[in-house]
C-alpha cells in the first residue's frame, strides 16, 4: 500500500522560509514522477513543483526562483523549500506521485492534478503580512 505522509508545515510572516517534506512508503518504482500541489479555500487544486527519475523538475511560474523541490532517495522522502514566501503562497499542499507524462508536459498544466496516482493528506502553510 503506498502512503504518502506530509510534514513542515506551519504559520510565517512574509518573506520567511519553510521546508516540507513528504515520506514516501510502498512505492518502489526506479521511475517515477513526484510533486506538490497546493489549494487554497475557494479555489482550485494547482501544481507548485515537480521532480522525476531523471532530475528534472518542473515549477509554476508563480514559484519559479522561490522553491525548489527534491528529493533524498535513501530516506524516500520528497522536499519542497520554499522561501520568500508570501500571503499568496497560503494553501494546503500536498505531495503527490503521477504518471511520468506529468512530468513531461510540466506541473504547471491546468490539467497536471489528473496523472496523479497517489494523494497525501496535506500540511497547511499559512503565511501572514
Known amino acids: 500500500q503506498v502512503q504518502l505522509a506530509e510534514s513542515g508545515g506551519g504559520s510565517v510572516q512574509s518573506g520567511a522560509s519553510l521546508r516540507l517534506s513528504c515520506v514516501v512508503s510502498g512505492y518502489n518504482n526506479s521511475n517515477y514522477c513526484m510533486g506538490w500541489f497546493r489549494q487554497a479555500p475557494g479555489k482550485k487544486r494547482e501544481g507548485v513543483a515537480a521532480?522525476?527519475?531523471?532530475?528534472?523538475?518542473t515549477y509554476a511560474d508563480s514559484v519559479k526562483g522561490r522553491f525548489t523541490v527534491s528529493r533524498d532517495n535513501t530516506k524516500n522522502t520528497l522536499y519542497l523549500q520554499m522561501s520568500s514566501l508570501k500571503p499568496e503562497d497560503t494553501a494546503m499542499y500536498y505531495c503527490?506521485?503521477?504518471?511520468?507524462?506529468?512530468?513531461?508536459?510540466?506541473?504547471?498544466?491546468?490539467?497536471?492534478?489528473?496523472?496523479?496516482?497517489?494523494w497525501g493528506q496535506g500540511t497547511q502553510v499559512t503565511v501572514s503580512s
Open positions: 503527490a506521485i503521477a504518471r511520468l507524462r506529468m512530468c513531461a508536459v510540466g506541473i504547471e498544466h491546468e490539467d497536471s492534478e489528473y496523472d496523479v496516482r497517489y
Open positions: 521532480l522525476n527519475s531523471d532530475g528534472r523538475d
